[in-house]
Structures are given as structure tokens and as C-alpha cells.
T-cell receptor
Framework: AQSVTQLGSHVSVSEGALVLLRCNYS??????LFWYVQYPNQGLQLLLK??????LVKGINDFEAEFKKSETSFHLTKPSAHMSDAAEYFC???????????FGTGTSLTVIP | EAQVTQNPRYLITVTGKKLTVTCSQN?????MSWYRQDPGLGLRQIYY???????DKGDVPEGYKVSRKEKRNFPLILESPSPNQTSLYFC???????????FGPGTRLTVT
């Protein structure tokens, strides 16, 4: 089974600073990788999705993620943090069939004014 | 409005009393799934369904049942709930396997 590791359960950045949230997956290359965001008391919303078309994936609200097979990583970045980015972020990968999904434990992002 | 709805949103029950959490989507999606979210554990997949009458176990299926008799509905059944099933539950749907999932608002279940 796949496993997903998100390093840093809590990350704090200053407003305007770079956001870097880390995600590593295990074993063989999963066909699908995702980043989701969860705002307080809400369900998850898709930020971006990797499907092998390009290693650098652009998502909503200026978020990007780069798939690096050699490092089994799919880190999420944003050049300049906004206060509205404060939320919980989840990395998710599928199994080889694309039916079963594995989520990381989440990273809570705090943006300091 | 395209959405996934769950009912109830909040539920407090006692050990052993059967309950059902409903999930419905209005997007004609083939794939539906149930997750539970626990602090420090992220989301874990309970069951998923690739289409009507086709369901399969996720990572943590013990103590849960599902059915998919209609494309739009995917209820989660706890026949004998226990306190370790106290959690936040999310239903999700997607057009097909591998596509992004659309999540419902969540159901917070407490079993005493």
C-alpha cells in the first residue's frame, strides 16, 4: 500500500513570504497525486492535481507543485503567502488502479501578519 | 448547484445503536468514497464505489458497511457503533477513478 508523509504538521510563514509544504510518497510511482486545502469547518477543496502530463503543476490561488520521481516528492509552493492561505493542507496519492486514495496527516499553515 | 450533501451534519449516539449517514451527489459522478478524519491521522478511506452495485474496501473498513443502489447515493452504515468510531466523516465523489474528488461538508459523529 502507498503511504504519504507530510513533514511538518505545523508551518508558520510571514505574509508575503514563500510557502513550502512538503509531501513524500512511498514505493512505485502513483498515477495520481493531489493537494487539497481544508478551511475550518469545511470539506476539502482541490488545489491541484498531477497526472503525468507535466512535472510542474499549477493550481488555484498561485499554488504550484513539482513532481520529482527521483525524490518521490510532490512539494507544494506559493511565492507569496496571503492571510487567506491559513488552512490545513493535505497531500493525497492514489494506488496503481486509481481507485484507492491515501492522504497525508496534513500540514496546518499559519500566516503571520 | 453541483454539490455533495451529507446528513446528518452532527450526530451523538450510544454504543451499539445502528445508524446511517447519507451521502448524495447531483453531478452524475460514477465514483464515490467515504473517509474518516482523525487528529494526527489525516483522512483514511473507508469504502469506495466505482459505480452502481460496485463497492470495495478502503484502508479502514472494519465496523462499516456501504451500499450503492443508485448512482447518486452512497450511504455509510454503522450497524453497531463503538466509541472508536467517533470521528469526522467525509463523503466524496468524482466523475471517474483518478479524477479530483468533490467533498461533502462532513458529519461529526460522537459515540458514547
Amino acid at each position: 500500500a502507498q503511504s504519504v508523509t507530510q513533514l511538518g504538521s505545523h508551518v508558520s510563514v510571514s505574509e508575503g513570504a514563500l510557502v513550502l509544504l512538503r509531501c513524500n510518497y512511498s514505493s512505485s510511482v502513483p498515477p495520481y497525486l493531489f493537494w487539497y486545502v481544508q478551511y475550518p469547518n469545511q470539506g476539502l477543496q482541490l488545489l491541484l492535481k498531477y497526472t503525468s502530463a507535466a512535472t510542474l503543476v499549477k493550481g488555484i490561488n498561485d499554488f504550484e507543485a513539482e513532481f520529482k520521481k527521483s525524490e518521490t516528492s510532490f512539494h507544494l509552493t506559493k511565492p507569496s503567502a496571503h492571510m487567506s492561505d491559513a488552512a490545513e493542507y493535505f497531500c493525497a496519492v492514489s494506488d496503481l488502479t486509481g481507485n484507492q486514495f491515501y492522504f497525508g496527516t496534513g500540514t496546518s499553515l499559519t500566516v503571520i501578519p | 448547484e453541483a454539490q455533495v450533501t451529507q446528513n446528518p451534519r452532527y450526530l451523538i449516539t450510544v454504543t451499539g445503536k445502528k445508524l446511517t449517514v447519507t451521502c448524495s451527489q447531483n453531478m452524475n459522478h460514477e465514483y464515490m468514497s467515504w473517509y474518516r478524519q482523525d487528529p494526527g491521522l489525516g483522512l483514511r478511506q473507508i469504502y469506495y464505489s466505482m459505480n452502481v452495485e460496485v463497492t470495495d474496501k478502503g484502508d479502514v473498513p472494519e465496523g462499516y458497511k456501504v451500499s450503492r443502489k443508485e448512482k447518486r447515493n452512497f450511504p455509510l452504515i454503522l450497524e453497531s457503533p463503538s466509541p472508536n468510531q467517533t470521528s469526522l466523516y467525509f463523503c466524496a465523489s468524482s466523475p471517474a477513478m483518478g479524477y479530483e474528488q468533490y467533498f461533502g461538508p462532513g458529519t461529526r459523529l460522537t459515540v458514547t
